[in-house]
């Protein structure tokens, strides 16, 4: 099955009060390029949806061997990332929408959501402990309503309108669930 990546690279990140998808972690990667390797990793079809003014991220992206595409609407809110996402993803007979702000979640968690779509979910996400986390795959039935995403909400309303049809993969992977806003989210973690 041919299924492309989409990293979702192009928020404003006010809450962290710095660009922090270069906030390197630990082991010194940008939280971003992180993202970006694990997707790589499931995923060699994958693009990363950027701001058109964030040239750092872009070349710090470009560089982990993403195909970067400009969202020049990404003020409006992730929805636009999303379509922007699977404008540029021609061919795609599913796509598995991740977040660059996610660094934490394994490659095995991806390739869990893969594995779904392949096996004919309409409908992929990872759940730790109950919770429903990221990446989220898409096969294209659901791209035209993707496409028409134009708020802040993102494909949060497709999920809710056909949650009868999201398939669900338990993993033991608390990166899925683990999203960072804050500074304060680092320091929390375990």
Known sequence: MNIHGILLAAGSAQRFGAQKLL???DDDTPMAVAAARRLLAVLPEAVAVVRSDATDVKRALSAAGMRIVENPDAAR?????????????????ACVVALADMPFLTASSIAAVCAALE????LAAPRYRGQRGHPVGFACDYFDELLVQKSDIGARQVLVRHARRLH???VQDPGVVRDIDT?????DLP
């Open 77 to 93: 809110g992730i929805g636009t990332s999303v379509a922007c996402g699977v404008a540029h993803n021609p061919g795609a007979e």
């Open 23 to 25: 906030h390197t972690l």
């Open 168 to 170: 669900c993969i338990d």
């Open 183 to 187: 500074l304060a989210d680092l320091r």
């Open 119 to 122: 096996d004919g979910a309409p």
